[in-house]
């Protein structure tokens, strides 16, 4: 018999390029119960690892009822089908007597909640009042929904300690861009800046186009490089190369690219969203300006300079103990085992 049954999204089996922080979180939590010797059984919830939607609806919710029968402990790790799987395990763990949790990834849980109506809003309830542990990415959603569910706990967007050598560099005025290349991660308004800047500073994008308006002509004739998409494997390495990542996006929960950066030492410049609110220290970590602000996007590239640049760096890479797989996985490990 397995501890604990996992049920999230693994690996696209055609496409190993094709990988959201969802499944990279997943992963992460599969390797941290291989390195602890934590016994556990897995239903993959990825759809593009099935013949077709329905098909995988199907087979994940029959493999979920059959391997629950051999675990005494049912946890749903999800971004948005928790909603059709969350009753589900629910139902099987009060009929079967497992204990049940769901890790609900991004930050808009509660704005999803609030907004719901009808059946929707009803489910909902029911999910986040019937679940014996209910985890968040971010400690704002956490105190909110306590008030809904008493064992809500606070799991973060984690990641393992880097195992390249990165010692905190001399700051060289060269800041980097890694996510998706969309409007809605603030790319317009790192072009904007670009041209406010003299030639001695570097500012280098990286990630998958996914607007027209974005190609390597456009950057370049912005004065940017755009150097393609990194592989999962790839992005501690290059983020590396750089001082500064930067990401004024305009929507964002606990973005992954940052705590690779505080892994290295990378400080960042970011919008002052709630999530990045909570990871990002004021003038210690990073610096946070408001979304679609050029000027404040300037002021802060400009802020750094040799003599603060150390000691912003030493900082981040402080921080990124409170994101450390191993702690986080234990403490979930420890909590859902120990009924």
Same mark, same amino acid.
């Given at each position: ?166 010692? #905190?560099? +001399?700051? $060289? ?12 991660? &603030?790319?317009? /308004? %790192? !072009? ?64 992954? #690219?940052? +705590?690779? $950066? ?12 709630? &999530?990045?609110? /909570? %990871? !990002? ?59």
């Amino acid at each position: 018999m397995s501890n604990i049954l996992l049920i999230g999204p693994r690996k696209n089996k055609r496409d190993s390029t094709l990988t959201g922080g969802a499944v990279v979180l997943f992963e992460n939590l599969l390797e941290q119960m291989d390195e602890q010797n934590i016994k556990y059984d897995v239903v993959d919830t990825n759809k593009k690892n099935y013949q077709n939607t329905l098909i995988a609806y199907v087979l994940i919710t029959a493999q979920i009822f059959i391997k629950q029968f051999k675990t005494k402990h049912i946890s749903l790790h999800s971004s948005r089908d928790y909603i059709f799987f969350g009753p589900i395990i629910i139902l099987f763990g009060k009929l079967f007597h497992k204990s049940t949790s769901l890790r609900k990834f991004g930050g808009e849980a509660w704005d999803v909640y609030i907004s719901a109506t009808g059946l929707k809003k009803k489910l909902l309830d029911y999910i986040f009042s019937n679940v014996d542990y209910l985890f968040l990415e971010m400690q704002d959603l956490v105190n909110k929904f306590k008030s809904i569910n008493e064992n809500t706990f606070w799991f973060p967007n984690v990641r393992n300690k880097p195992t390249i050598d990165a010692k #905190i560099k +001399i700051f $060289s005025k060269r800041f980097v861009f890694i996510s998706h290349v969309i409007k809605e991660k &603030g790319i317009d /308004e %790192i !072009v904007k800046v670009r041209k406010l800047l003299d030639d001695s500073y570097i500012i280098d994008i990286y990630g998958p186009i996914h607007d027209s308006k974005y190609s390597i002509e456009y950057f370049k004739e912005n004065n940017i490089s755009y150097k393609g998409v990194l592989k999962a494997e790839e992005v501690l390495k290059t983020l590396n190369e750089y001082d500064v990542l930067l990401l004024p996006s305009y929507k964002e929960g606990y973005p992954g #690219i940052v +705590i690779e $950066s505080y892994s290295i030492g990378i400080p960042v410049i970011a919008t002052a969203l709630p &999530g990045l609110k /909570e %990871i !990002v220290d004021e003038y210690e970590t990073g610096i946070l300006i408001e979304p679609k602000n050029v000027q404040e996007l300037k002021k802060a590239i400009e802020y750094f300079n040799e003599e603060n640049y150390q000691q912003m760096a030493k900082s981040a890479k402080e921080k990124f103990s409170l994101f450390d797989s191993q702690k986080q996985s234990s403490q979930f490990i420890n909590k859902v085992l120990d009924d």
